[in-house]
């Protein structure tokens, strides 16, 4: 798998840490409830160790056995690859959740203070493993098998019902407090992601180059983008030329930057910040 680099697993395994960190830190000792998979393995462990009168921390564990049937069934969806660098990273996740301390009371003054910095870590977490390619399984898994078979649905539609019916559950067996400060936490979290991960956010990008062919080849094949050639001709000079135009990701961008450096150091190249796509396009938030 072309993603599964040195460079790309340490952004995973920081991403992770770093993610991990908020939630025992900030997000449980304040009695909130993050997203997604992580959100319901607090709830199930919450219920089974009211149940049972367990003592002992069983989110992790339950976390780890939520994601093991979507790791079998997603095997022929996604192949063994992708499922493998999930698996990896889920792993890892349940043993820094197990072992990283959780303090016995609040580390700051209040709960919305917890709430803000709790949300931001996690969101900031949570894109470097994005950054990486990785995805940290749970909902993030679910949304993409489900979109691979049924094309309407998104990966963030999944997240939004998933989490909805967190929340409110959260919200109905304790308190509509500890909704609303869930809420707040993961309405940071969402704009951490939306900050600064790059995977996610879309650029239109012009290249004029009296080496058009090399850029098409690398949009298409090195970036598996599409791209479009316009006949244009100069304003000063009057000579006609070629714009190639596609629609990247800021971090495609990056690459393809890069790589002009190589091409055609000469080359004229521009972009249009905050993209909007309609129809046919790849968003890939993972590996």
Same mark, same amino acid.
């Given at each position: 798998m072309k993603h599964l680099t040195p460079k790309n697993l340490m952004l995973c395994l920081m991403g992770s840490l770093i993610y991990c960190i908020a939630f025992n830190t900030f997000i449980v000792p304040a009695h909130m409830y993050s997203s997604g998979f992580v959100?319901?393995?607090?709830?199930?462990?919450?219920?089974?160790?009211?149940?049972?009168?367990?003592r002992i921390n069983l989110q992790p564990i339950v976390y780890f056995c939520l994601d093991v049937p979507l790791f079998?069934?997603?095997?022929?969806?996604?192949?063994?690859?992708?499922?493998?660098?999930?698996? !990896?990273?889920?792993?890892?996740?349940?043993?820094?959740?197990?072992?990283?301390?959780?303090?016995?009371?609040?580390?700051?003054?209040?709960?919305?203070?917890?709430?803000?910095?709790?949300?931001? !870590?996690?969101?900031?977490?949570?894109?470097?493993?994005?950054?990486?390619?990785?995805?940290?399984?749970?909902?993030?898994?679910?949304?993409?098998?489900?979109?691979?078979?049924?094309?309407?649905?998104?990966?963030?539609?999944?997240?939004?019902?998933?989490?909805?019916c967190v929340y409110l559950f959260a919200g109905l067996r304790y308190s509509l407090q500890t909704a609303v400060y869930s809420?707040?936490?993961?309405?940071?979290?969402?704009?951490?992601?939306?900050?600064?991960?790059?995977?996610?956010?879309?650029?239109?990008?012009?290249?004029?180059?009296e080496h058009n062919e090399a850029f098409i080849q690398f949009i298409n094949v090195k970036l598996d983008r599409g791209a479009t050639v316009i006949d244009a001709k100069g304003a000063w000079s009057g000579k006609p030329c070629k714009v190639v135009v596609a629609v990247l990701s800021e971090y495609e961008l990056g690459l393809l930057e890069k790589e002009a450096e190589t091409i055609d150091p000469a080359a004229f190249i521009f972009s249009n910040p905050r993209t909007s796509v309609f129809g046919e396009f790849e968003k890939r938030l993972s590996a």
């Open positions: 959100g319901i393995s607090q709830l199930v462990a919450g219920g089974l160790a009211s149940v049972f009168h367990i079998l069934i997603g095997l022929k969806i996604l192949g063994k690859a992708s499922i493998a660098f999930t698996f !990896l990273i889920v792993l890892v996740e349940t043993l820094f959740m197990n072992f990283i301390p959780i303090p016995d009371h609040m580390v700051l003054d209040n709960v919305f203070a917890m709430a803000v910095v709790g949300g931001c !870590l996690e969101g900031i977490g949570t894109s470097i493993t994005f950054r990486g390619f990785g995805s940290s399984g749970g909902t993030d898994l679910l949304g993409m098998m489900l979109t691979e078979k049924y094309r309407k649905l998104s990966v963030g539609r999944v997240n939004l019902a998933v989490n909805a809420l707040v936490a993961e309405a940071f979290a969402s704009i951490m992601i939306d900050r600064y991960h790059k995977q996610n956010n879309l650029v239109t990008v012009n290249i004029i180059s």
